[in-house]
């Protein structure tokens, strides 16, 4: 049956080549714009280098603040995790590393910006990155704030036009640094463990840091299975209301440990930021919604030409209904016809979009970025193109079976 | 006439309401694109109120003091280190060659940091403004032109109520047409302060700037109130940064020999310079890099939309040749044929425009913040120039179709299959 439907679209398809082209094209486009988007959020989420073991991660990036009228947005400070996120049930490692900052490094007359992170020992054993050169430093280099420092291939790039780099010292921020390791570059979509290059914590200009509740720095808790999550972020958000704020015009402090996902979720718009709870699923309704709203225009075209066909056929359908076909046959017909042509369109729009990453990635819109078709975009896609495909043939399809033979034979509807 | 064309729509209600409604998304996508890119045109076109040739600024980093809350005490002591430092760093930096003038800021153009504040006058009207503080010279570093009065110096140093600039728009919300050079801003002061907030101080206007646009020349003007920051007095405003303007020549090779200059006076303070130029362009292209992205998609979708509607009415053209056929038989000419089709568009075109303005027009009325509104002239022109592009887009869709059911000889159309 499925065949014998799918030998009906082949040629249903040849016969009217002008609004096949025109289907396709719409379709075709539709799906590109949602596939782009799908793979760039899965380059964002999805786990891989160095966050291989992201499904056993949970991290604090924000940290607020809130008082009867004041508010305060920004990171965690050291001291936060430093004295209340240590011994956290079920936790591997925990580390803590400041967010990014930019930093100037001056060769003759080149300036060359980069953004640096400060980070402990454990960093290394939570991230997985991918070494070219050397080693990562160890906990003793950071207790005795030796001035040692991990480059990315982009930065060995810059400061050393990729000479090997290690062992050679470079000045940064009127700091001078050695060179022990040299990883795979992070693309900076993966905002937690993304920089150019690392050095350890101590090695800030002040310690001042050290007895900060609340600025510049992020932790992460590898935990030791995906069943202690929940238990994570249960003690360390009990253990924030127990915490004396140092400022009393503030009476809560709201820093959870999230998956990533929600940590981004915690930023988008209609956010409950001063709840502890989980914002992933508010984002997901939004973008759903939003989704909703980009193919309404590309759907009612795809309606209207649909229809149009339909009309055009009129006179098959007349003829086959008058021999007996059951309304039923007749909807899958034409559903399948339209699932058939979007999944083509959809093969169309992942060739084109493959075509669009690689210009992104090439452009250098965001830096490092690796934008690809990968298995689990591919999934995506089908599923988006025979979503599309259901959505948008449905009504013509009913549309079609309800046609009475008479006024089918005589040509269409007259109203 | 109309009145038969809209029976003929009618008649076919099901498909039009469907043709209608993909005409009226094309008219609110067209709408967005036409408002966001009409509202930056305008805002390009008016002054932005300094020039930012020759400056670069000098972003200053410096470890975290202690809380004022928790240790009043230390926080004054550190807060004292902090001025005396950068005012030895503003006195370096005005005794390179290099440099012509350097002035401390709190912020300074196309720097992400901004801060927006309001304040409520004596008459009860409330007026939100972009809040800045700046030292003396700031103005002429970015050379802002002052229309009355001057720019701060050190004839306030002794003055009884806080010295303030503010912009023509600004001056001309609280003062009207009034000079309000000398003048303070009538305040209404909150009775029952608490004892904790910091005291309510008068503000005289010692000069009128054109303006101090921020975020650069596609953001929309509004008013702008400036206050003076002060490095030798408690409570004199926090610097964040130093802005310089160069001799002419001098070129990016001076940025090292600054930053080691500033980095002698303050070994554990850190400093981030950036040309104006640099984050000039940056913070352009947060405007217009969305905008593209959104005009890019919109131009897809518009040119969807056109072959989906020009093969939709051609399919329709054929399927009705029998009627055309029997009109010309009537004595009908082609191009009363060719207008009745085109009129069918153009009623179809009407109605979802007239929904269109109808569902935009709600706009207005939603409760946004200030720096969202956009003027009403503005709105009205975006609203005329989408209708015309639809018009311009449906009646091209209806053309070539349109010609198919004029040309077409009657005896032939009669006895189309």
């Known amino acids: ?415 | 006439m109309t009145r038969h064309l809209v029976r003929l729509i009618w008649n076919r209600k099901r498909q039009n309401l469907l043709l209608t409604i993909e005409i009226l998304c094309s008219f609110l996508v067209l709408f967005v694109v036409i408002l966001i890119g009409l509202n930056f045109s305008v805002n390009a076109s008016k002054t932005l109120g300094f020039d930012t040739d020759r400056v670069w600024s000098v972003d200053v980093g410096r470890p975290p003091s202690p809380n004022a809350r928790a240790d009043e005490a230390a926080a004054k002591a550190a807060e004292a280190r902090e001025r005396e430092t950068f005012q030895r760093l503003l006195v370096a930096a005005r005794e390179l060659p290099q440099i012509e003038i350097a002035a401390v800021a709190f912020t300074a153009p196309y720097i992400n940091a901004s801060w927006e504040s309001g304040l409520e006058l004596a008459d009860g009207r409330k007026i939100d403004y972009l809040y800045n503080r700046v030292g003396d010279d700031f103005t002429r570093v970015f050379s802002m032109p002052i229309e009355a009065g001057r720019g701060f110096s050190r004839e306030d140093d002794a003055a009884a109520a806080d010295p303030v600039l503010i912009n023509v728009e600004l001056a001309r919300k609280v003062f009207g047409n009034a000079n309000p050079v000398g003048q303070v801003i009538p305040q209404k002061f909150d009775k029952a302060q608490k004892p904790a907030d910091p005291p309510q101080r008068k503000k005289r206007v010692v000069g009128v700037i054109e303006d101090f646009r921020q975020h650069g020349k596609y953001s929309m003007p509004q008013p702008v109130l400036i206050d003076r920051l002060r490095l030798d007095v408690e409570d004199g405003g926090r610097a964040e940064r130093i802005v310089i303007r160069l001799k002419p020549g001098t070129t990016a090779s001076f940025e090292p020999v600054l930053v080691r200059r500033l980095q002698r006076e303050a070994a554990d303070w850190s400093f981030e310079v950036s040309t104006m130029e640099h984050l000039k362009e940056r913070k352009h292209s947060d405007y217009i890099m969305p905008l593209t992205v959104l005009a890019i998609l919109a131009g897809f979708l518009l040119l969807m939309v056109t072959l989906g509607l020009t093969g939709v009415v051609w399919q329709s053209v054929i399927q009705r040749l029998r009627e055309f056929g029997l009109r010309r038989a009537a004595g009908a000419s082609g191009r009363s044929v060719r207008g009745q089709v085109m009129a069918e568009m153009a009623v179809m075109t009407t109605f979802a425009v007239l929904a269109g303005v109808l569902l935009v027009g709600q706009l207005p009325f939603l409760p946004l913040p200030e720096d969202l509104v956009i003027p009403g002239g503005v709105f009205a022109a975006a609203i005329a120039l989408s209708a015309a592009a639809i018009y311009c887009l449906t009646l091209a869709c209806g053309w070539y179709p349109s010609r198919l059911a004029a040309r077409m000889p009657p005896a032939e159309a009669l006895r189309y299959e």
Do not use: C
Request: charged letters at 20%; proline letters at 5%.
């Open chain 1, 1 to 415: 049956m499925l065949r014998h439907y799918l030998t009906m679209t082949i040629a249903v398809l040849k016969r009217r080549p002008f609004y096949t082209a025109i289907s396709l094209f719409g379709i075709s486009f539709t799906l590109l714009v949602l596939m782009v988007v799908t793979a760039m959020a899965d380059h964002a989420l999805a786990p891989m280098a160095p966050e291989s073991r992201q499904d056993r991660m949970l991290g604090v990036v924000s940290a607020r603040m809130f008082g009867p009228d004041n508010a305060w947005s920004s990171n965690g400070g050291y001291m936060l995790f430093d004295k209340h996120a240590r011994n956290l049930p079920g936790v591997e490692e925990l580390t803590i590393f400041s967010s990014w900052q930019t930093v100037s490094t001056y060769l003759g007359d080149q300036r060359i910006t980069s953004n640096i992170k400060r980070t402990d020992g454990a960093f290394w054993r939570v991230f997985d990155f991918t070494f070219l050169e050397g080693s990562p430093y160890s906990q003793a280099d950071v207790d005795e704030a030796r001035f040692v420092a991990v480059l990315t291939r982009a930065t060995r790039e810059k400061l050393f036009s990729g000479q090997p780099a290690l062992g050679k010292t470079f000045e940064a921020d009127g700091q001078t640094f050695r060179v022990v390791g040299v990883v795979e570059n992070v693309p900076d979509i993966r905002i937690v463990p993304y920089a150019d290059f690392y050095v350890p914590t101590t090695t800030s200009k002040s310690d001042a840091y050290k007895r900060e509740i609340m600025g510049g720095f992020i932790a992460v808790a590898l935990a030791r299975t995906t069943d202690d999550l929940p238990k994570i972020r249960e003690e360390f958000n009990a253990r924030l209301t127990r915490i004396t704020l140092p400022d009393k015009s503030y009476t809560t402090l709201v820093a959870p440990f999230e998956t990533k996902y929600d940590t981004i979720a915690r930023e988008s718009p209609f956010a409950d930021r001063q709840s502890p709870d989980r914002q992933g699923p508010k984002l997901t309704l939004l973008l759903v919604i939003l989704a909703l709203l980009f193919v309404t225009l590309p759907t009612v075209n795809l309606v209207n030409v649909n229809i149009s066909r339909i009309l055009e056929r009129a006179s098959e359908i007349g003829v086959r209904k008058a021999f007996g076909a059951p309304m039923r046959t007749l909807v899958a017909q034409f559903v399948v016809e339209n699932v058939f042509l979007t999944l083509l369109g959809g093969a169309l729009g992942l060739v084109l979009s493959a075509f669009v990453l690689r210009a992104l990635n090439q452009s250098g819109f965001i830096a490092h970025s690796a934008f690809t078709i990968n298995a689990r975009v591919f999934a995506y896609a089908v599923l988006l193109a025979i979503g599309f495909g259901l959505i948008s043939g449905v009504y013509p399809a009913w549309r079609m079976a309800r046609l009475r033979p008479v006024e089918a034979l005589k040509g269409g509807p007259s109203r």
